[in-house]
């Protein structure tokens, strides 16, 4: 991974660019099934996203997993565009959840954690804040308290 500055106005810098792909990304279990509702599985899947955020170069800036869904907020590289960063975060997140929590096949047994569909909308500097609120906010939006207890 190519060695990252911030640069003035906040941009990252490389070796032969400077600039920001900041974006907004919610994607959704298969089913929407509440797979996230215990949590530890949200802990796990969090570790997982971000784990196979670091392998390819992407920044978490924010992630929260709701029971049936996920918000992020990432920094791309330039090199990244969205579509290829939700194929590499869905993909190997799934692999790692997977590998990590072997009884979650027995709810997919064709090893599809991510349903197709997936959200992505670009964010500037002046929208961080109020994007980051949003995600932190997800469990009061929607009424929900995670358990410690449920089963699969």
């Not at 670091?54 to 590289?77: K, T, W």
């Not at 960063?85 to 929590?101: D, E, M, P, T």
Request: one cysteine or more; proline letters at 5%.
């Amino acid at each position: 991974m190519e060695t990252q500055q911030i640069y003035a106005y906040g941009y990252s810098k490389h070796p032969h660019s400077i600039g920001d792909s900041i974006w907004h990304m919610q994607w959704c279990p298969k089913y929407r099934y509440e797979m996230f509702r215990k949590f530890r599985y949200k802990n796990l899947i969090e570790a997982c996203i971000r784990k196979s955020a670091h392998e390819h170069g992407i920044e978490i800036l924010e992630i929260n997993a709701m029971p049936d869904h996920l918000h992020c907020i990432v920094r791309l590289p330039l090199t990244i565009t969205p579509s290829k960063a939700l194929q590499l975060l869905k993909g190997r997140s799934a692999y790692l959840f997977f590998k990590n929590h072997p009884k979650a096949r027995l709810r997919y047994p064709q090893g599809h954690l991510w349903s197709r569909g997936k959200f992505a909308s670009s964010i500037g500097f002046s929208d961080i804040e109020k994007t980051t609120s949003y995600i932190q906010n997800q469990e009061k939006h929607h009424g929900l308290t995670l358990t410690g207890n449920s089963t699969l």
